[in-house]
T-cell receptor
Framework: GAGVSQTPSNKVTEKGKYVELRCDPISGHTALYWYRQSLGQGPEFLIYFQGTGAADDSGLPNDRFFAVRPEGSVSTLKIQRTERGDSAVYLC??????????????FGEGSRLTVL | SQQGEEDPQALSIQEGENATMNCSYKTSINNLQWYRQNSGRGLVHLILIRSNEREKHSGRLRVTLDTSKKSSSLLITASRAADTASYFCATDRDDKIIFGKGTRLHILP
């Protein structure tokens, strides 16, 4: 399949540990978005990339969160010193260069993070 | 931060009835989109309406947009059991896409 791939699908970690979540967007998609979704809530914007650069990172909750996209394709969301409140499903979405016409974001299935 | 607010938060209707969900937002937008999410799964794009459009149709979906009131509605006609899901509006302003809290729709057999 050529959809957005997120790994791991599930991650259980202990409070204070470091976590990396990976997103493989659809080939050729230039924009990549990260969201966080808690149970019963809508996706909360974290950051989005156009190519390699973060176009808007205003949604990152604090400096424990960081995301990179070094080659303009795969992105990694990094969370340092995890806290129980970080537990959520982290969603990644990508969109093609002509998104201005189609508007559509293509979502992965998410990475469920549980901090004990 | 979440830009959109959906109303109602939850909706249960009989199969075959129409379902209407509303979305209000706060700032000017380029377009507004609606997405669907089945429990525990990723979101799927349903329809997009641009800021200069007032109404759009796609199959059993009808979306309206009133930029003066900063509101949108999603109508699903002739609902089916398979329409049971959460529905989210998402506002797009300069490529920053913000989602609302969603409406949980349950179709009763």
């Amino acid at each position: 399949g050529a959809g957005v791939s997120q790994t791991p699908s599930n991650k259980v970690t202990e409070k204070g540990k470091y976590v990396e979540l990976r997103c493989d967007p659809i080939s050729g998609h230039t924009a990549l978005y990260w969201y966080r979704q808690s149970l019963g809530q809508g996706p909360e914007f974290l950051i989005y990339f156009q190519g390699t650069g973060a176009a808007d990172d205003s949604g990152l909750p604090n400096d424990r969160f960081f995301a990179v996209r070094p080659e303009g394709s795969v992105s990694t969301l990094k969370i340092q010193r995890t806290e129980r409140g970080d537990s959520a499903v982290y969603l990644c979405a990508s969109s093609p260069p002509d998104r201005a016409n189609t508007g559509e974001l293509f979502f992965g299935e998410g990475s469920r993070l549980t901090v004990l | 931060s979440q830009q959109g607010e959906e109303d109602p938060q939850a909706l249960s209707i009989q199969e075959g009835e129409n379902a209407t969900m509303n979305c209000s937002y706060k700032t000017s937008i380029n377009n507004l989109q609606w997405y669907r999410q089945n429990s525990g799964r990723g979101l799927v794009h349903l329809i997009l309406i641009r800021s200069n459009e007032r109404e759009k149709h796609s199959g059993r979906l009808r979306v309206t947009l009133d930029t003066s009131k900063k509101s949108s509605s999603l109508l699903i006609t002739a609902s089916r059991a398979a329409d049971t899901a959460s529905y989210f509006c998402a506002t797009d302003r300069d490529d920053k896409i913000i989602f609302g809290k969603g409406t949980r729709l349950h179709i009763l057999p």
